[in-house]
């Protein structure tokens, strides 16, 4: 009889080199397993990109499971302590790429939902899986690409578990309950090259760039509320000269981002940012923007409550609600109006040499999200 535990689908997905944007057949190997749960599958491709779409259930409130089948390159092979596609177990942990990010999530939400329709095959509300492999790249004809092809279609998620490595030093003590938003600039800076020993011959780009970068750096976006920290503002690249001691540079060129909150939006950080280019002699038309994603938070309320209960119940505490770390998919989804939480196993190692996580942890996982199943969809839990 073969083994049909969370844990031992999770080393099936890891065996399998899904590097961005391959998915290297774990959408397959999942879609069988749903279709005999009793799911409606569909494979849909943008690009190069492979996505899954599955449904069980007839009516009412649709509660989709979202995650990624790709992961990020392993790195050295040499330097990891067992091969990144071997997902060896030893003294109890579980080594391999997308070990915690986030191809053991994938396997307890399939578990989980094979469990779940086992025992209510007649549950009120819909079940859904939404995957993707284009979550570690571009992250265009992923998730973003699907949210627009159910948006088509006038499907409507109401609530959505990612599966994110949310936790920290336990197994599910962290539920990410919104994100920042992620604004990226692009900024160069045009001056005149010319002699260090004759300034006033030369416009330094540098000395413009870096008096622009200063007044953004100490201004005060914003003091945070009580779901997201203060507005966050990060210089990421500056290049400039010619690497002559002697010579004033011509020309200059940062990236830079902000982390913002609802306090903030795209359009005040860019207008902020505008003033200050104004003092320095900077064109603000000539900077590159990227919006990678908008501020995000779900409040206490049908999603987060059942979480709180699933966890309590398998692991015996409450989780702490946080909007720390970086962007997920999640981004895409929020703005549906559906509620949205990021709930998975330790962040520890993530996209590191060696990543791991508890080898236990996988099947109680999928514990946590069956309880959550129950309850959101409204059948006994027993």
Known sequence: MSDR??????????????VTPSDAGCQTLIAERLAAAGFRVEHVRFGEVDNLWAVAGDSGPLLCLAGHTDVVPAG????????????AIAEGWLYGRGAADMKSSVAAMVAAAEAFRAENPSHPGRLAFLLTSDEEGPAID????????????DERIDYCVVGEPSSGLRLADTIKNGRRGSLNATLRVEGRQGHVAYPQRADNALHRLVGLLNDLCQHRWDDGDAFFPPTSFQVSNLNAGTGAENVIPGTAEARFNWRFSPLQSAESLRGITAKYCGTHGIDPATIEWRLSGQPF?????????AAQRAIQAHCGYSAELSTAGGTSDGR???PTGAQVIELGPSNASIHQIDECIEAAHVDRLAAIYQTLMQTLLNTPND
């Not at 050295?76 to 997902?87: G, M, V």
């Not at 938070?297 to 409550?305: F, K, Q, R």
């Open 297 to 305: 938070v779900t409040e206490s309320g049908a999603l987060v409550d």
């Open 142 to 153: 992923g998730t973003r690409a699907m949210v627009d092809w159910l948006n088509q279609r």
């Open 332 to 334: 895409f989804i929020a």
């Open 76 to 87: 050295p092979e040499d330097q990891w302590s067992y091969p990144p596609f071997a997902a």
């Open 5 to 18: 535990s969370a844990l031992a689908l999770a080393r099936e997905l890891i065996q399998r080199a899904s």
